[in-house]
């Protein structure tokens, strides 16, 4: 039989690893679909093929376990559904640069012969997220593991497509997208980064029609544009213009005529009250555009380049964008159109993956109509069908789907799902879910035969993504998992993807399963630095969960996410807190080395409603509670009330306190006392408690622990949540937390006078009633043990050099004079509260200063605020402590 005298400290790289292989070869992460047991689906967020472990997954990801473990330990067929996504852009780039890197590109491979070098590399190097999460401790059930372009998932991709075109709710068009002059496609606004940076506002002097010499200003930040301009826009109450409107202006450079409109986007108190109007390169321009029906002028052309138009000088032709602004100011300063020039700061979008701006860019897309799709999402969200935790994100979601876009779909990319739309030799479009189809329908269209070219264009990722709860479960086919795992219970994401992938999951459940795909969504918040900065590569505070990892083991990052995981606030992480609770990690080793070593076992048939010890009553009582806690905290899905009722009986209730109680019992010599047994007992119970509630949290040091302190048939991944009977027990509780209570007054008093920790004093006590005294005779050892006194009796007077301070109805006196000098330790007081009034005035200072509020960054408010309640608690409390000295 092995030996399971555990090491004398803590090593997670010992047994991470380990478990996680006996895990994985136990199945017990397994869903059931034939099973009996109620379903419980939680959908993993796929992360990208490319992807590596990051903070926010490995919050995400820890959250998702939790409720997993939690839910299967509860008795339900858990399924925790993984996967990964082809991420078009993402993974197309990485591929690319390899074959730059040979000295070749895709062209020159084509199509097909790249996209085996993509999936070639997706064999080779794409599953290092996954292999990540296991390091993390996460057990979906990896023998479901799909991928959005498995044979699958495509299928289902197709049918979608295909459904939707054939009921007008996919269809082409001519519109305004994100295009990206560097990989040529059209892109997300998500794969869109707004980076504010200084530059200039051109102020620009267009004139009128007419015989007056009259001129009308308008000021752009991107005057190139100016070459594509179908219009000047005034409000139509703007009273400066009336007699313009309808009239034109003469477009400089171009010497075209373009009419000046009424139209309420223009703001009478911006600038001139006077806009130039775009459409086919600004989003606000291109409404304004349809809704005047004003002709959309495309001055570039695929590369961001001017484009060849009869109606540009040709001596523009082919220029870049940042040179044809050159050329146009210059035109411009030569015409005397130039007004002014103003400095001013404002956003770029660049594209987060080739990191040069983006270009609002008209060309023909497909789309799909999510404005229709949207109206059953956002009526089941209304009627709570799917809520949203925290609450309040609903309004986030309300937002975006009442005021729904036309969703671009089609990406000019050869990585992901080529369109299955078909065209014939006069454009004519079929789509179909094979080219068999196609042909057939093409053939029946033109009465012969005919050939057919498909769509050289793929699916935007997030199409793909958004069938992920029901195409994961073998959609379109009627199969078991199906019927028994959806709709999913819980979708745990972030609040950025909301519209992206929430949002669209939910258009696409209701529109092809007729149910929402999942009951709850609850949104996490961000993981920022200590300072509540975003992490960044080029602010250097970007943390490596795998590194804190390798340094202070899974469980210690796992329950630092957990227990910093509050419903709508950011976590401020710092490496200080995975220490922190590596600490505790490191404490319930110890726990449990000293139950070990104290033959303190679970006891087959133990019944904690049976023990006569007051402490024993007391400590499973509070265990109870503790799991209540934890429980509903799970329910609710706040998670850091769970880790903290978890945490404060583990380290607090049980370590600190308990196990101090009952030291003495275990003492040599003890062992034929009448409790010693019961209390073996009972602390073994307890430990094998609090591992069992702890395991959701912390999997792997739990297990550990689980299997060395006593011989189980299976580990805690099979264990069942604990069920409990009615443990409380009012009068143990209430004399156990009076004797805590009493020993930490005198504790915090000792502190706060700087008496000796190896000093022991007398305790006097006046005015007790008869329980006082009852208890303070019961617990006599205890309290001096615990309180370093030499006595305790019961007195009348307060004698002269006395600290005094009160419990319940009775005082209790400390006579200090012979250990302390009184007139130094109020010196010492005095001094300390001095020097934080001090702290006080001066950030007080600095927050009642309108400048500094204004433009400090929030994180240093924050640390102000949070000093400026840290130095007054202080205060307080030295100001209390110097009363007492100053009545001794």
């Known amino acids: 039989m092995p030996d399971k005298t555990l090491d004398k400290t803590f090593d997670p790289k010992a047994i991470e690893d380990k478990h996680y292989r006996a895990w994985e070869a136990s199945g017990a992460f397994a869903g059931d679909p034939a099973g009996g047991k109620p379903p419980f689906t939680i959908m993993m967020p796929p992360p990208n093929v490319t992807g590596s472990l990051h903070m926010g997954h490995a919050l995400n990801m820890t959250l998702q376990d939790i409720l997993t473990r939690y839910n299967r330990m509860k008795g339900r067929d858990a399924l925790w559904q993984p996967g990964t996504d082809h991420a078009g852009i ?62 699958g998932l495509s299928r289902a991709v197709r049918k979608v497509f295909v459904q939707l075109y054939k009921e007008g709710l996919i269809y082409k068009d001519k519109r305004l997208v994100n295009w990206d002059p560097k990989l040529l496609t059209a892109i997300s606004d998500l794969e869109v980064e707004q980076r504010e940076q200084k530059g200039h506002m051109w102020h620009i002097a267009y004139p009128v029609e007419g015989p007056e010499a009259r001129t009308i200003t308008v000021a752009t930040t991107r005057p190139e544009t100016m070459l594509g301009d179908t219009a000047v826009a005034v409000h139509p109450d703007d009273e400066r213009y009336q007699d313009l409107i309808g009239k034109s202006v003469c477009l400089p450079i171009t010497g075209r005529l373009i009419p000046i409109i009424a139209d309420e986007y223009s703001d009478p108190e911006k600038g001139t009250g006077a ?46 964008r940042y040179e044809a602004r050159k050329a146009v100011l210059r035109e411009l300063e030569e015409l005397d159109c130039l007004v002014k020039i103003e400095d001013v700061k404002n956003s770029l979008p660049y594209g987060d993956r080739s990191g040069v701006v983006i270009e609002p860019f008209l060309t023909d897309q497909w789309y799909v109509d999510a404005a229709t799709l949207a109206k059953p999402a956002i009526e089941t969200v209304e009627t709570g069908e799917t809520v949203f935790v925290p609450k309040n994100w609903e309004n986030t979601y309300f937002e975006w789907m009442r005021n729904i876009q036309p969703w671009c779909i089609s990406r000019q990319l050869w990585w992901g799902h080529q369109i299955p739309a078909w065209y014939g030799p006069d454009k004519h479009v079929f789509v179909a879910e094979t080219e068999q189809e196609a042909q057939k329908e093409a053939d029946a269209h033109y009465g012969e035969a005919v050939e057919i070219t498909r769509d050289p264009d793929v699916l935007d990722t997030w199409f793909s993504s958004a069938l992920w709860p029901f195409s994961t479960l073998g959609w379109p086919e009627a199969t078991p998992e199906l019927s028994k795992y ?37 949104i996490h918040a961000l993981v920022r630095d200590a300072k509540g900065q975003k992490m960044s590569k080029s602010k250097g505070n970007v943390m490596d969960p795998l590194d804190l990892i390798d340094q202070y083991g899974a ?13 709508g606030r950011d976590i401020k992480l710092s490496e200080q807190r995975v220490e922190g609770y590596r600490n505790f990690a490191t404490k319930l080793w110890n726990a449990s080395r000293f139950c070990q070593m104290n033959g303190c076992a679970p006891v087959a048939g133990f019944d904690p409603a049976q023990v006569t010890a007051t402490a024993n009553k007391w400590i499973v009582a509070e265990m109870a509670l503790a799991a209540r806690k934890m429980e509903e905290a799970i329910e609710s899905y706040k998670f850091n009330e769970a880790a903290t009722a978890i945490y404060q009986f583990s380290w607090g209730t049980f370590c600190d306190w308990y196990v101090e109680f009952i030291k003495p019992l275990f003492a040599e010599g003890q062992e034929g006392h009448p409790l010693a047994a019961e209390t073996r007992a009972t602390t073994g119970w307890l430990l094998d408690q609090i591992l069992t509630l702890l395991h959701p949290v912390m999997p792997f040091i739990t297990e550990e622990l689980y299997g060395a302190l006593g011989e189980r048939e299976n580990g805690l991944s099979d264990a069942a949540w604990p069920l409990y009977p009615d443990l409380a027990n009012e009068k143990a509780q209430a004399e156990m937390s009076w004797l805590i209570a009493l020993i930490s007054e005198i504790r915090s008093v000792r502190t706060d006078m700087n008496i000796p920790a190896g000093a022991k004093i007398d305790l006097f006590v006046k005015d007790a009633g008869q329980e006082t005294q009852n208890r303070l005779r019961d617990h006599d050892e205890a309290i001096r043990r615990m309180a370093r006194l030499s006595k305790i009796e019961l007195a009348d007077t307060v004698p002269k050099g006395a600290l005094q301070t009160v419990l319940g109805e009775a005082t209790l006196i400390l006579p200090v004079a012979d250990i302390i000098d009184l007139d130094q330790e109020r010196a010492r007081l005095t001094k300390q509260i001095a020097k934080l009034e001090q702290d006080i005035e001066k950030i007080s200072r600095n927050l009642n200063n309108a400048e500094f509020v204004r433009n400090a960054p929030p994180e240093i408010l924050e640390e102000n605020k949070s000093r400026m309640e840290d130095a007054a608690l202080a205060k307080g409390k030295l100001t209390l402590a110097l009363k007492q000295l100053e009545a001794a």
């Open 90 to 151: 993402a993974t197309q780039m990485v591929v690319e640069r390899l074959l730059d890197s040979e000295g070749t590109n895709r062209h020159k491979l084509g199509r097909e012969k790249f996209l085996e070098r993509v999936w070639d590399w997706k064999a080779e190097s794409g599953g290092t997220i996954n292999s990540q999460l296991r390091r993390l401790g996460a057990f979906p059930d990896w023998a479901r593991e799909r991928f959005t372009m498995d044979e």
């Open 555 to 567: 469980d210690a990052l796992r329950f630092t996410m957990t227990a910093m995981a509050a419903q």
């Open 486 to 522: 959806y709709p999913g219970d819980v979708l745990v994401t972030g609040f950025d993807i909301i519209f992206f992938w929430v949002a669209r999951m939910m258009m696409m459940g209701l529109h092809f399963m007729k149910d929402v795909p999942f009951r709850t969504v609850y």
């Open 275 to 320: 806009v130039k109007i775009t459409p086919a390169h600004d989003f606000n321009d291109f409404e304004v555009g349809k809704r005047h029906d004003l002709p959309m002028v495309n001055v570039f052309d695929i590369h961001a380049r001017i484009a060849p138009l009869e109606s540009i000088p040709k001596s523009y032709h082919g220029l870049d």
